[in-house]
C-alpha cells in the first residue's frame, strides 16, 4: 500500500515509539488523504487516529514472536539522512524563534 512505511518488527534496538508513531502518521495520512496542514476539523480526528493506531501497533509488536531474520530496510527515523534533515529543520526553527524574540526582521 505505502513503500514510505517500513516494517518495525525485529529491528534492534526495538522500534521506539517515536518509530511507532511517525509510522501510524504515515498510514493515516495515506488512507485519509490529509496532510499535516489541514484545518483542526480535519487535523483532530486523524491525530486520535494516529494515536489509537500507535497503540495497537505497539501491542501488535509486542505480542509477535521474534523474527528470524532482521527486517531487509531501516526506517527512516534510523537512516542518517533524515536525521539531518531533522536536525536541519529544527535549527532553522530555532534560528526563527530567536529572530522573533531579538525582534529582527525576517521573512516567513
Excluded: W, Y
Amino acid at each position: 500500500m505505502c513503500r514510505n512505511i517500513t516494517t518495525l518488527r525485529g529491528l534492534e534496538p526495538p522500534a521506539t515509539d517515536e518509530e511507532i508513531r511517525a509510522a501510524a502518521e504515515q498510514f493515516v495520512r495515506k488512507v485519509t488523504g490529509v496532510q499535516r496542514s489541514a484545518g483542526a476539523a480535519a487535523r483532530e480526528p486523524c491525530e486520535q487516529a494516529t494515536a489509537e493506531i500507535a497503540d495497537i501497533v505497539t501491542r501488535l509488536l509486542g505480542e509477535l514472536p521474534e523474527r528470524r531474520q532482521p527486517p531487509k530496510t531501516v526506517p527512516p527515523l534510523r537512516r542518517e539522512e533524515v536525521q539531518a534533515r531533522i536536525a536541519a529543520r529544527q535549527a532553522a526553527r530555532e534560528e526563527h524563534e530567536r529572530m522573533h524574540e531579538l525582534g529582527i526582521a525576517h521573512s516567513h
